[in-house]
Structure formats: structure tokens, C-alpha cells
């Protein structure tokens, strides 16, 4: 499995940018990389998935080098209900897709 | 669809009691994921089912853990005896094998004392 590494917690006030990190040197030539949203007393949920460059949707954009040993899960003007915490998944068939959850980054919006 | 539905929502029982939870997942997914979340440990993967068969549980903590999925449609997680260290949040989760984008229940807050 690809360990991945974010950071434990970040900060921010209400309409910036956030851009939340996550290394996975070892990934894999058939890894997605997947990511996750947790609020408090609720379960996680899916935000975004991609292969490589750039995806974007309604939530959030991923941005993947060439090299795949990084990504950058954007998210922007963010705002108090974007207090959560934000977890990096690197995936691929042949482990099944057990989907691995680490600590996380607990992103906290204030005013 | 309604959703991953567990139950119960909260369990308090005392230590050595046998606890357990139900889980019934998206009709048509056929992956499940049992994973215990703690402040300490973070969200851990316990055990996961493709169409019924286990095929991990290296994530059970020990013997006294078991998890079965008789159907596509209802898997439980057992406790037995239940101790105090058990004390946490269990989430399931289910999804279409292959597919990275699990939807996860609201989970059950398991209190032993």
C-alpha cells in the first residue's frame, strides 16, 4: 500500500484558499488517489478522485504532478462549514480497494 | 435509497457483555467496510467484504472481534466480551467493488463500562 503523509492540522479564515497536501512517494502505477471529508459525528464522505493533472468539481479541485508522488486537494473561499477533517486515500485494485483512512488534516475555518 | 443504515445509533453496556452492531448497506454496492474511529487512533479499517466474502480482517483487533455478512444486505460486527478499551465510534460503509467512493453509515457510539 502507498503510505501517504498530510499535515495533522491547518487553519484558516473564512473566503481564503486552501490547499491541504498529501505526499505518497510509493505510489503506484495503477494508484487513484481519493479524498475524503469528516465533520464532527458524521461518517466520512467522498469529495474528489484522480489519476493525474487536474480535476475539478462542485466541493474542491485536485491538482497531481507528473510525477504522482503528490497531491493538492484545493479548496476555495472556504467557509465556516468547511471545518472538517480532510483524509488522502491512495488506492488501487490490487489491494482490493480497502480504502485506508490515515489521521487526517483537521482544517479549522474561523471568521 | 436510504443510505448505509446502522443501528443501534448508541450502545452503553458493561464490560464482558456481548455487543452487537448491524449494518445494512446501499442496495446494489457489494464492498463493505466495518472501521472503528477513536481520538487516539484515528479511523481504523477493521474488516472488508466484495460480495460477501471477507477479504481482509487483518484490521480485527484480536479474537474477540467477529464480523459476518450472511447476505448482500445486512452484515453485523460482534464484541464478546466487550471491554472497555472497545469504547468508540463504529462506522460501515459500503460501495461497488472497485469503485473508491464508499458511502458511509452515521455510525454507532459503543460505550463500555
Known amino acids: 500500500l502507498a503510505k501517504t503523509t498530510q499535515p495533522i492540522s491547518m487553519d484558516s479564515y473564512e473566503g481564503q484558499e486552501v490547499n491541504i497536501t498529501c505526499s505518497h512517494n510509493?505510489?503506484?502505477?495503477?494508484?487513484?488517489i481519493t479524498w475524503y471529508q469528516q465533520f464532527p459525528s458524521q461518517g466520512p464522505r467522498f469529495i474528489i478522485q484522480?489519476?493525474?493533472t487536474k480535476v475539478t468539481n462542485e466541493v474542491a479541485s485536485l491538482f497531481i504532478p507528473a510525477d504522482r508522488k503528490s497531491s493538492t486537494l484545493s479548496l476555495p473561499r472556504v467557509s465556516l462549514s468547511d471545518t472538517a477533517v480532510y483524509y488522502c486515500l491512495v488506492e488501487n485494485s490490487n489491494s482490493g480497494y480497502a480504502l485506508n483512512f490515515g489521521k487526517g488534516t483537521s482544517l479549522l475555518v474561523t471568521p | 435509497d436510504a443510505g448505509v443504515i446502522q443501528s443501534p445509533r448508541h450502545e452503553v453496556t458493561e464490560m464482558g457483555q456481548e455487543v452487537t452492531l448491524r449494518c445494512k448497506p446501499i442496495?446494489?454496492?457489494?464492498?463493505l467496510f466495518w472501521y472503528r474511529q477513536t481520538m487516539m487512533r484515528g479511523l481504523e479499517l477493521l474488516i472488508y467484504?466484495?460480495?460477501?466474502?471477507?477479504?481482509?480482517d487483518s484490521g480485527m483487533p484480536e479474537d474477540r472481534f467477529s464480523a459476518k455478512m450472511p447476505n448482500a444486505s445486512f452484515s453485523t460486527l460482534k464484541i464478546q466480551p466487550s471491554e472497555p478499551r472497545d469504547s468508540a465510534v463504529y462506522f460501515c460503509?459500503?460501495?461497488?467493488?472497485?469503485?473508491?467512493?464508499?458511502?458511509f453509515g452515521q455510525g454507532t457510539r459503543l460505550t463500555v463500562v
Open positions: 460503509a459500503s460501495s461497488f467493488v472497485g469503485d473508491t467512493e464508499a458511502f
Open positions: 484522480g489519476y493525474k
Open positions: 467484504f466484495n460480495n460477501n466474502v471477507p477479504i481482509d
Open positions: 510509493n505510489i503506484a502505477t495503477n494508484d487513484y
Open positions: 442496495s446494489g454496492h457489494n464492498s
